[in-house]
Every structure is written in structure tokens, then in C-alpha cells.
């Protein structure tokens, strides 16, 4: 497993500023947008999205409000689950200076042998973040907006993104990439989110050493 990529936030634009730090207009913009991207609980984030077979201006159209979406929620990809659309498309812009990017019925068809370890966040699940292990690089095919064969070929951040929105149209979130404590510390975490909770105002907790037999 190689430790060079530095945690990355999946769906968040690197170096994007903190909530706190956002202006009004952006933030205002942002949380309507985010408003709109289902969370974690809706039953359509554990569906499996049907592949499209008409590329034509309704498509096209969905493609363009999902990217506009991904970028007002100062994200780097969006799956069509994410926006209660079962078809199997994903928006994605890994670098703020990329163009955003639409693949649509993507396969990955190739995966290196060599991992890494990377924190990833998730729309649907605002406040966790999470250390996930993916394959370092990957070899995508897909269908673009007018429906001509296309392949990507991406590492490091790229790769970790088109990944993660594969998994959306797969019914799979980073919660099930991860231990089962993990899991249970990154549940915590969602509560915590959810009421408002900081490191600040959390109560100390008693810890617990756990040993194994011997």
C-alpha cells in the first residue's frame, strides 16, 4: 500500500475553503445544493442505477443540473443516485481547473495491484470522513453525453473519485469500505453532525482498554 497521496476529501474541491470561511453567497448557494443531494438512509443510495441507452437532450440536460449541482456543493463528483436519478451516469472534476467530466454506464475494467490509503467525505453523508484503501489507478470505459465510446485512464485523486461514484451507481457507500469500528466511530460522527455537535462541546468519554486473550 503506498502512503504518497495525501488525504483527499472525495466530493469536496481540494483546498476549498472551510464552511466558516466561505461568504455569505457561496454558502447560501452551497446548502441549497446540498439540500438537494439524497443522504444517507434514502433507499435509492443503496440501489443499483440501470444503464442508459437513449443519449439524447434529456440526458444531456441531467448531466449539465448535475454539474451544476457538484460544483454550487463544492464538490468533486456526483453519481445520478446521489439526486434520486437511477440511471447510471456520474459527473466528476478531481481539480478545480478541470473541465467537468460525464461518464455515463462506466465500467472499470482495470485495476492495479498497488493501493492507497486516502480520507474520503461523501455528499450523502455530510460530517464523516473516512480512511478508504482503493487500487492506485484504473482503466474506465464509458459512454460521453452523446453517446461515443470513451476511455479514461486515471490515478491518484482522479482515480479515488471515479471509484467512489462507481460505488453510488453500485448501491455502495465508504461506510461498507471500512471496519466495523470505523464504521461505528464514523455513525458517531453523523449523529454528532447532525445535532450540531463540534470537538469543542463533546463530553469527554471514559476509554476502554480492550486486550485479547492470551
Known sequence: MSGAEEDVEVEREPGAPAVAELDEQT????????????????????ATAVAVDRFDDALRAEIERMGALMSDALGVGLAANQ???????????????????????????????ELES??????????????????????????????????????????????????????????DRISREARREAMRSLREAREGVTPETRPARAVVAETSPA
Not at 438537494?36 to 443510495?45: A, E, M, S, T, Y
Open 27 to 46: 454558502r447560501v448557494r452551497r446548502d441549497a445544493a446540498l439540500a438537494r443531494v439524497r443522504k444517507l438512509g434514502d433507499p435509492v443510495l443503496r
Open 83 to 113: 439526486v434520486g436519478i437511477l440511471n447510471r451516469v456520474l459527473v466528476y472534476r478531481a481539480y478545480a481547473d478541470d473541465p467537468i467530466a460525464a461518464l455515463v454506464n462506466p465500467v472499470i475494467e482495470w485495476r492495479s495491484d
Open 118 to 175: 486516502a480520507e474520503e467525505g461523501c455528499l450523502s453523508i455530510p460530517g464523516v470522513h473516512v480512511e478508504v484503501e482503493r487500487p492506485a489507478r484504473v482503466r474506465v470505459r464509458a459512454r460521453d453525453a452523446y453517446g461515443q465510446e470513451t476511455l479514461v485512464e486515471a490515478e491518484g485523486l482522479q482515480a479515488r473519485v471515479i471509484q467512489h461514484e462507481v460505488d453510488h451507481l453500485d448501491g455502495i457507500l465508504i461506510l
